[in-house]
């Protein structure tokens, strides 16, 4: 056990202190709470394994702050990897590229490859650039657990675990950056985020059919990007693990009809964009007395909220939670990858 600092954002010097000596520091950034350590010191990359009880197979993000920080991580870009970082960065999408030579394999699991990101997140930005160097950092949540969008929540999982904590606001996005392959030519999405799929198309097939050197787009609507090929579970390592759980059950449904009775200490997260919430609300405590209720009123919310509801739902010992169904397109891909992940 060791204190874990609560540090201000004020003190945010503090934080870069911390991780400048090899500290494990969780601090917010757009998308969740990550757990820091300086992803150019093996003896701190390795006690971030530890503090989230994580498999050493499943490698880490590494986050920078100018593109001047790519270099010490990966070697020259490609094309696609280029068009990407220039359209997206600072942002919640995550490239994966090959990696330079003497990276730690601990960082990268052994991998050939090593996941970058530049986060937009001003806090995240400005810690990093104090402390110089490149900062790896998963979510900070114990492995298997919801992500943390708030910094309580880092302390539920991780109070003693870690040397402190940077007390910023709640994330803003509240899923974890979308994770794209870059190393094969074509954009391959190992994890959906904010960043769709529907933008990275956009923005690969205008580039590819006004640039004769990405070759010739393929098929009369432009490429797709490919999705879940057989070697998956090889290229994305996190997605072989027990994920975005928490101690209760999740279980899926499309429309509230579909509820019938519900029994015992059970949660309706649901989403009614565009309707009357107080509303709707009222109607379901009369329909299921004694339920938690979330309704969302539109799918970044439904997003930004989903973790943090099923953290409240553990705490309040929940047994079931009934999560409603969305469209799986745009953030609702990324919203039904993490909902299917829960009740699997
Ligand atoms: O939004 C985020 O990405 C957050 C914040 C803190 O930046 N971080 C995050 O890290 O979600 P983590 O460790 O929870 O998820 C990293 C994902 C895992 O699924 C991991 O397998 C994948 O990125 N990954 C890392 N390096 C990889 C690589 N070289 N090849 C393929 N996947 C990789
Ligand atoms: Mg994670």
Redesign the pocket.
Known sequence: MRTTQRITIEQIQTAADLLIDGKLVAFP?E?????GADALNPQAVAKIFEAKG?PSD????A?IASLEQLKQLAREASPLAKILMERFWPG?L?L?MD?VADLSDAL??G?D???V?M?EDPIALDLIRRVGRPIV????NRSGRP?ATTWESVLIDLDGRIDGVLCGPPTRIGL??T?V?TTTGEPLI??H?AITQEMIERVWSSCRSSSSHLGPISGSNGPTPAEVPLDFGR?????RHRHYQPKARVVLFDSIDQLGKLSGAVAILGIAPKGDIPAIESDLSEKFPGAKLCVCGSLDDYAGRLFEFFRECDSENVAAIFCQRVERSGLGRAVMDRLDRASG
């Open positions: 950034t998308t969740v709470y990550g757990l994580r499943n490698p880490l993000i986050h919640p995550t994966v990696k990268t699991a991998l490859t090593v996941a990101r986060p950092a998963p979510s900070a992500s974890e950056s994770v392959d190992l994890r985020g290229r994305s390592p996190g997605t």
